[in-house]
């Protein structure tokens, strides 16, 4: 039976996921008024994406939300930084966060210089250079490698740095990061990246897992190893 009054089961709706959040953003209204059965399942992907407590400590976890929210260029999701000091986060790191995400933006003029100097300046390693950049803009802040490493590489997904995130995807295991708390850092990028970068990063990491280039678990070699049927066929092709 219809709704009588569906200005009425708008706002309950929205009442109820301000309740959950503690704000509301627009698209949250549009999706109550437009497409209530959407809404309610985007609340359920966003809330086992970044509400629900998965294998990262909430520290950990909102300083990737910061480094992602600066990579993308993301100024409305300010709760991210009140969340970061609530999980124990400092000024100090907040800064570390920042100064990442603009040290792995500038991956792009490492690049050019690979790809267009490389005749007139031989001796320039583009890796070295790269990871050179990242140690000096890191180094008064002390940041624990495993955090280092999944941040930039959540960074990297954001901005389809595909080369980069190969780079961080095999320091972090160097670093031992733990398999599912890499996996977390990257799955943060769906919402403010894009889930086709998301896709593309996993089918980056399944690469190097197939190739050797990482130590994975029986886990995630088995998830390497399975058949992609049409997937596989599709990038063979890709111009």
């Known amino acids: 039976m219809p709704n009588p009054d569906p ?17 509301l953003l627009p698209h949250h209204g549009l999706l109550a008024v437009a497409a209530p059965d959407l809404l309610d399942a985007y609340d359920q992907a966003y809330t086992a994406l970044t509400l629900v407590p998965r294998s990262l400590t909430a520290h950990d976890k909102e300083f990737i939300w910061l480094a992602v929210l600066v990579a993308t260029d993301e100024a409305i999701a300010t709760h991210h930084i009140r969340k970061f000091r609530d999980a124990g986060g400092s000024s100090t790191e907040i800064a570390a ?41 890191l180094a008064p802040y002390g940041i624990p490698a495993r955090l280092r490493e999944m941040a930039l590489a959540a960074v990297q997904t954001c901005q389809g740095g595909w080369w980069e ?75």
């Open 97 to 137: 966060a920042l100064r990442l995400a603009a040290v792995a933006r500038s991956a792009p003029a490492f690049r050019f210089v690979a790809d267009h100097w490389a005749a007139a300046i031989p001796e320039f390693d583009h890796e070295q250079a790269y990871r050179g950049a990242i140690a000096d803009a």
């Open 7 to 23: 200005a009425r089961a708008a706002r309950e709706r929205l009442e109820a996921v301000r309740a959950k959040r503690g704000y």
């Open 165 to 239: 995130l190969g780079i961080h995807i095999r320091a972090a295991y160097a670093a031992n990061v733990v398999e599912v708390d890499l996996a977390e850092a990257i799955a943060i990028t769906m919402f403010p990246g894009s889930v086709p970068y998301f896709v593309d990063a996993c089918g980056v990491w399944r690469d190097l897992i197939k190739s050797g280039a990482v130590a994975a678990s029986a886990e995630f070699r088995a998830w390497a190893e399975i058949d992609q049927g049409g997937f596989d066929a599709a990038k063979a092709a890709k111009p």
